[in-house]
């Protein structure tokens, strides 16, 4: 396998609030740790809530982690050399493309300035900008250069922000919904366009999605998360086929997908509580599976196969054999 090209270690974020002078805490990630090989593309999955986006948000540096570090090429994101780089090496792709094009600049502004930002000289850039429309497949770039986002379909937008990413030459793009407001056939080509320019340099993704169909067709391995906390992580199609936390069984489960090969059979639980149990499993209100374990003390990660990783008590040996 190649080289690491982001190094996640061990990541917790706690948010605070201030109510009626009372502070108060939530920890949305929760000690979240994994590797992103040079040209991997890892797809995280979870309900609602679960901790993806705030994940992301911390990759980038757009919010500074409680604790923890993150390692791009072997470099803390927080050292001072990656502070100017780190923008144009992390580039994020977000879920509406509408609010992420300012609607009194044309394509070929929206694409061009972070170029002329970037090297400073007007004169190529207009050759850039075509370049680059033509790599997302808006042809004749001509014909897009001049136009407005209102004068755009939904899919052409997410395109000339996929263009506008590119153009930074980034290492790594993290994809935060980046189809769920389109169609799903546009959805489609915009995922074919992340690959296939995947394929052409040696980009490494996350993409952040509630669709276990695009996270398999994606994605080289799943991460899956609940309540800040990874809980399963492991090869997209082995977890798919046969998924090993019950809270991954519960989204397969309740997600219709074509390529599902089985229907698993699980009632399905539903959250009874927002507020989250003070010790031991955080799925435990919701688990058909949960025992006297469960409820007290942490949770450690167990290997199954093929360096699948599960955080439940299911799968730890000592446990099972008592
Ligand atoms: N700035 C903030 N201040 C306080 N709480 C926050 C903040 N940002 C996120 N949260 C909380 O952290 C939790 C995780 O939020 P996050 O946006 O990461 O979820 P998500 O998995 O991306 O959900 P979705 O699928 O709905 O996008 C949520 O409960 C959210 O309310
Ligand atoms: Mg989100």
């Known amino acids: 396998m190649s080289r690491y090209r982001l190094q996640v270690k061990s990541i917790n974020k706690v948010f605070t609030s201030r109510k009626n002078f009372k502070k108060k805490e939530f920890h949305a990630v929760k000690d979240v740790s994994f590797n992103l090989h040079e040209d991997e593309v890892i797809a995280i999955v979870g309900e609602s809530g679960s901790g993806k986006s705030t994940t992301a948000r911390i990759l980038t540096n757009l919010i500074k982690s409680t604790s923890g570090d993150v390692l791009l090429d072997g470099v803390s994101i927080y050292d001072k050399s990656l502070r100017k780089l780190l923008p144009e090496k992390i580039q994020m792709i977000f879920q509406d493309p509408f609010a992420a094009l300012n609607p009194h600049h044309t394509v070929g502004y929206a694409i061009g300035r972070p170029l002329v930002l970037k090297h400073k000289t007007e004169g190529s850039v207009r050759e850039k900008v075509i370049?680059?429309?033509?790599?997302?497949?808006?042809?004749?770039?001509?014909?897009?250069?001049?136009?407005?986002?209102?004068?755009?379909?939904?899919?052409?937008?997410?395109?000339?922000?996929?263009?506008?990413?590119?153009?930074l030459e980034p290492e790594?793009?993290?994809?935060d919904e980046p189809t769920s407001m389109l169609d799903v056939s546009i959805g489609i080509e915009i995922m074919n366009l992340l690959l296939d320019l995947k394929e052409k340099r040696k980009l490494s993704y996350i993409l952040i999605t509630h669709n276990l169909g695009s996270a398999r067709y994606m994605a080289d391995r799943i991460m899956v998360m609940y309540a800040g906390e990874i809980v399963e992580i492991g090869d997209s199609e082995e977890i798919v086929k046969n998924p090993k936390h019950p809270y991954t069984k519960l989204l397969l489960h309740s997600s219709p997908d074509p390529w599902k090969d089985e229907n698993?059979?699980?009632?399905?639980i539903e959250p009874t509580d927002s507020t989250l149990p003070a010790t031991g499993c955080s799925f435990q209100h919701r688990c058909p599976f949960v025992t006297e374990a469960c409820r007290s003390g942490s949770i450690s990660f167990y290997e199954v196969e093929n360096g699948r990783q599960v955080r439940c008590n299911l799968y730890a040996k000592e446990l099972v054999n008592s």
């Open 264 to 268: 698993i059979e699980m009632e399905i």
């Open 131 to 167: 370049e680059l429309l033509e790599r997302v497949g808006l042809t004749p770039a001509e014909d897009f250069i001049e136009k407005y986002p209102f004068q755009l379909s939904g899919g052409q937008k997410q395109r000339v922000v996929i263009a506008r990413v590119l153009g």
């Open 172 to 175: 790594v793009i993290i994809a």
